[in-house]
């Protein structure tokens, strides 16, 4: 059983720059779990943003192509979210999930483990 553990959310102006963390245990790897990063905003549903299979697979979302970019560190078990040139409308309870399987192009798979989240606000 995968345990998920998010980190290094808080406040940023707009423009600026955050990385989020993910860090998994119970598993001795994720290169065969779709790794995908989440984000539900106040009184919005929870949409997928970014997924990463077995390292180089990577799925985005269009409101963050091009501003995100989803990675893994194997050695530390641990998931990346590098968010750049935030927006007001990236204010959002981000959250990592893993899949055993592979990663789909709508966010569909059904995620076995789940995190905490962590709140990202962006300011004026």
């Known amino acids: 059983q995968v345990h998920l553990v998010e980190s290094g959310g808080g406040s940023v102006q707009v423009g600026g720059s955050l990385r989020l963390s993910c860090q998994a245990s119970g598993a001795t790897s994720t290169d065969n779990y779709c790794m995908t990063w989440f984000r539900q905003a106040p009184g919005q549903e929870r949409e997928g943003i970014a997924s990463i299979y077995s390292d180089f697979i990577t799925i985005y979302v269009d409101s963050v192509k091009g501003r995100f970019n989803i990675s893994k560190d194997n050695a530390k078990n641990t998931l990346y979210l590098q968010m750049n040139s935030v927006k007001p409308e990236d204010t959002a309870i981000y959250y990592c999930?893993?899949?055993?399987?592979?990663?789909?192009?709508?966010?569909?798979?059904?995620?076995?483990?789940w995190g905490e989240g962590t709140q990202v606000t962006v300011s004026p």
């Open positions: 999930a893993a899949a055993r399987r592979l990663c789909r192009r709508d966010f569909s798979s059904v995620f076995e483990a």
